[in-house]
């Protein structure tokens, strides 16, 4: 992972209303007539568009590109290098200019999202850059805001709790809520497409890439809180992406750096995977974004889904009836470059039916790829309009014809608002599951236990939250009214820092212990147990999977956060102080640690005060 940049505002000015009006004039101001509600133009008008198109900006409009920098003409020098580098332009203007491409995805690691304003003004400044072309187009700009674990936009904008925490409160409402608050953050930033929400089925303990990142084990549960968070992003008029079709829950390979094989049978993926993409679907899903694994039942070809006609065209648009946009994942991942180059991969996704290229590592090899395919006939320029099409409609519903860019007053009548953080916090509330609570040991007494020493697993945090973990965890049992300090052991601590910790917790009351993927053989359960053969209580807290509580058969009380954002961590340390019961229930099972057969904790349990 890239760490994010932090810096002032960037310096693309917010366009007046003349360059926003000249910048529209054209193709594009024969979609805008009519006053903002008017209804979306119909397909002649977006079909006359691409009939204006030359070949080489059909072929842009399907590409979806990352570039370095916080504006969109006046990037820092570092990032006009790293710009010119890995796509050979010097900025997001160029880049449109050169490739005529049809979306843009921030990443905080790129520096597109410093912070909300800068955020603005850069979706401003894109478009402009888009718009001023001929026959310019304006920009999807897209960006994976999951929230939890995976999130590119961070503080002072809303960060909610991950699906696995929103599973374990089990609330649709929650779900919609979320969806609804963090949509309506986007588009005040411009973003207007957010991959999100993760409809895998997370069913494997061991799955490295997936895990809480979904919203459990079971098709209905999860079916329920995708269509939820769906209708919220796009009731805020930000388009909802249900990933990664056709369904990333068990397996125990990342993609991103190897190539997963699934080995459901047709009927357990009809059973377990395929729910929450027709919950999806039926909710009217605006995207639906591919996964880079294999799938033989489906497909027995060897080819990733994202390359397999039978998967997305055999079974998503026509078994599923699905006709709105497919976008890859990352072309840079290795899932889908194990089998073929990097300039095959574009041309097989659209012949197997993607609509949207993201993200490839080569964007000049994969745009010239498909040029010439078109040229020498191996796809039809139709098959590109299909396509096309089908971006524009979403373009269109998005309200980027009509209007494109946004004002900075929307950034702070929206983004961060108190009451928005209010709603994360009490959602949060809802999600901390307890799990063992040996003699009633939690809630913690301030009476009885003021000083409480918080140890354990300091993961780096997640985009845009405080960190680190013991440090929020110390920090919101202190405003709580605790003595609270922390001391960082790290996910493999020594026998030299378990020694520490031990002295530590020798003059404290109680301790806190944060774990963090914790397996059989690991020096955090060494820690736990002998923190406890001091005779202090201690209180687990798996700040990530929920499945360390197996592990950890010494400690008295266990409870799952399922993250360590800050969100997550501040509700964990209202339930240890009993400031708020324990409402969470376990959205998958837990099995036991010596026979993995067993269950220990199923779905649905959860203990409360």
């Not at 050979?88 to 921030?106: D, Q, S």
């Not at 979320?178 to 930033?189: K, S, T």
């Not at 089908?390 to 007053?409: A, D, E, H, M, N």
Request: with cysteine; glycine share 10%.
């Amino acid at each position: 992972m890239h760490d994010t940049g932090t810096g002032s505002t960037g310096n693309t000015a917010h366009p007046s209303r003349r360059t926003v009006l000249a910048a529209t004039a054209g193709v594009t101001a024969a979609l805008a007539a009519g006053p903002a509600h008017a209804a979306a133009p119909d397909d002649s008008r977006l079909r006359a568009l691409v009939s204006r198109m030359t070949l080489e900006e059909k072929v842009g409009q399907l590409f979806v590109m990352r570039v370095y920098g916080h504006s969109a003409t006046a990037p820092d020098q570092a990032d006009i290098d790293a710009n010119l580098k890995e796509i050979g332009v010097r900025t997001a203007a160029e880049l449109l200019a050169k490739y005529r491409v049809g979306g843009i995805i921030y990443f905080a690691w790129a520096h597109n999202t410093r912070e909300p304003h800068q955020i603005a003004d850069l979706s401003n400044g894109i478009q402009k850059a888009s718009l001023e072309l001929p026959r310019g187009l304006p920009v999807l700009i897209s960006t994976d805001q999951e929230h939890g674990i995976v999130a590119r936009v961070g503080k002072p904008a809303t960060l909610f709790p991950g699906a696995m925490a929103v599973g374990a409160g089990g609330s649709r409402s929650d779900a919609r809520a979320l969806g609804r608050i963090a949509g309506a953050e986007l588009r005040a930033m411009g973003i207007r497409q957010d991959y999100s929400p993760v409809a895998d089925v997370n069913v494997n303990p061991a799955n490295p890439v997936i895990g809480v990142r979904s919203f459990g084990a079971d098709p209905r549960a999860v079916s329920a809180l995708v269509a939820a968070e769906v209708a919220g992003y796009q009731g805020s008029g930000v388009a909802a992406t249900a990933k990664h079709f056709p369904g990333h829950g068990d397996t125990n390979v990342d993609s991103h750096t190897g190539f997963p094989t699934i080995t459901h049978s047709r009927e357990l993926w009809e059973k377990l995977d395929a729910p929450p993409f027709r919950a999806a679907i039926a909710a009217g899903i605006d995207s639906i974004m591919t996964a880079h694994l294999m799938v033989p039942a489906l497909d027995d070809s060897g080819d990733p889904a994202t390359l397999s006609r039978p998967i997305l065209t055999g079974i998503l648009r026509e078994r599923l009836g699905y006709d709105g946009v497919v976008v890859t994942d990352s072309l840079g991942m290795e899932g889908v470059r194990s089998k073929y180059g990097d300039a095959r991969v574009p041309v097989l996704a659209l012949k197997a039916g993607v609509d949207q290229l993201l993200n490839p590592p080569d964007l000049d090899l994969a745009w010239n790829a498909v040029l010439t395919a078109v040229r020498e006939g191996e796809l039809t320029e139709g098959r590109l309009d299909v396509s096309i099409l089908r971006v524009l409609r979403l373009k269109s519903k998005l309200g980027l014809f009509r209007s494109p860019y946004i004002g900075q007053g929307g950034v702070d009548r929206v983004v961060g608002t108190r009451a928005h953080l209010a709603a994360a916090d009490r959602i949060a509330e809802r999600t901390t599951t307890l799990l063992v609570n040996e003699g009633r040991l939690l809630p913690l007494s301030r009476r009885r236990y003021p000083r409480v020493l918080v140890v354990g697993a300091d993961p780096a945090s997640p985009s845009g939250t405080t960190g680190p973990p013991t440090g929020v965890l110390a920090g919101a049992l202190g405003e709580l009214g605790f003595t609270a300090t922390a001391l960082s052991t790290g996910t493999a601590p020594s026998a030299a820092t378990i020694a520490k910790a031990v002295e530590a917790a020798r003059g404290v009351d109680a301790v806190v212990a944060a774990t963090y993927n914790v397996t059989a053989g690991s020096a955090q359960k060494a820690l736990v147990e002998q923190l406890v053969a001091t005779g202090r209580p201690v209180a687990a807290v798996a700040i990530r999977n929920p499945y360390d509580v197996a592990q950890l058969p010494s400690a008295p009380a266990c409870l799952a956060a399922y993250s360590w954002t800050d969100v997550e961590l501040r509700s964990a340390a209202r339930v240890i102080a009993g400031r708020v019961k324990p409402r969470g229930k376990l959205p998958v099972p837990v099995q036991r640690a010596d026979d993995p057969e067993q269950v220990l904790y199923p779905v649905g349990y959860g203990l409360s005060y």
